[in-house]
């Protein structure tokens, strides 16, 4: 029961960060430098622009499925609305990273640098953005985000239900703890007591 409160916990405050950023009246930049996947691209689709550092080590994405999770509904929703149904549809069904140019080619980034401007130029972006007449600007964006969002609000329990229940299965947790094995052995190996 403890595992569960704290899953529901958790998810809830996920989905409340995603509310607040995605909704926010204020311009948003995200500045990528570094991997991002899952919770990261979560973070970066919600802002209203991104830059990422181009290198090829970096990678962004939503790759819950190799790790044997689903997204929940809303986060496959704000996918579809980044890159487009189809490219999300199999970047989700193959929990696909892409590379900074792959990212920037389907829009799931708009900006590549190299990674010692990504903050400058970030900081570019937020101050272009902050000369737009703010009413006009939170206005267009809540138009085209309020929607979405009031349809998690009102969804908010029954998702947070759904997602528990499924990461609760027995598969879902065998599994995760083959991926907690998997890193726990990239990390070394531990010391015996």
Known sequence: MFLRWCD??????????????????????????????????????????????????????????????????????????????????????????????EALKVNLVDELHPQGEIIDRATEHAIRWAKIPPTARASGKLNLRQPFIDTLVENREKDIENFCNFILTDQVQKSLDKYIEALSSKGGKKEKK
């Open 8 to 101: 529901a916990l958790r998810l809830r405050s996920v989905q409340q960060i995603f509310i607040d950023l995605y909704g926010s009246r204020l311009a948003t930049i995200a500045a990528i430098e570094a991997h991002s996947p899952a919770g990261g691209c979560l973070l970066a689709m919600s802002c209203d622009y991104r830059v990422m550092a181009n290198d090829e080590k970096f990678k962004i994405g939503l790759n819950e499925t190799n790790l044997g999770i689903a997204a929940p509904y809303w986060l496959c929703d704000l996918f579809v609305r980044t890159i487009g149904f189809r490219e999300a549809e199999t970047g989700l069904a193959l929990a696909k990273l892409y590379n900074p140019q």
